[in-house]
């Protein structure tokens, strides 16, 4: 079993950054491939980011990439989401994902940007 908790959101003004941590235990490995996905109110869960287990390729949502960067840290078993020049349309429950055998989520973390 392994838990992912999230971690990093927050109220920012548009135009601000904030940098999201997800952070696993339990039976943990670094062959987990990891994503964030994000939630906003009244829609479908949507695919931002996501990154291999090496670390050596990532792959983005066409509206946040060029804004946002995942990376990964498998000594600390944690996964980032740097998020610069944040804009309201990213406002949005952000989750982390690991994929192995076995698919795990976290509980998310909200992030919301004011105008």
């Known amino acids: 079993q392994v838990q992912l908790v999230e971690s990093g959101g927050g109220l920012v003004q548009a135009g601000g950054s904030l940098r999201l941590s997800c952070t696993a235990s339990g039976r943990t490995e670094s062959r987990y491939a990891l994503s964030w996905h994000r939630q906003a109110p009244g829609k479908e869960r949507e695919f931002v980011a996501s990154?291999?287990?090496?670390?050596?390729?990532?792959s983005y949502l066409d509206s946040v990439r060029g804004r946002f960067t995942i990376t990964r840290d498998n000594a600390k078993n944690t996964v980032y989401l740097q998020m610069n020049s944040l804009k309201v349309e990213d406002t949005a429950v952000y989750y982390c994902?690991?994929?192995?055998?076995?698919?795990?989520w976290g509980q998310g973390t909200q992030v919301t940007v004011s105008s």
């Open positions: 990154i291999s287990h090496a670390g050596t390729s990532t």
């Open positions: 994902k690991a994929v192995g055998l076995t698919t795990y």
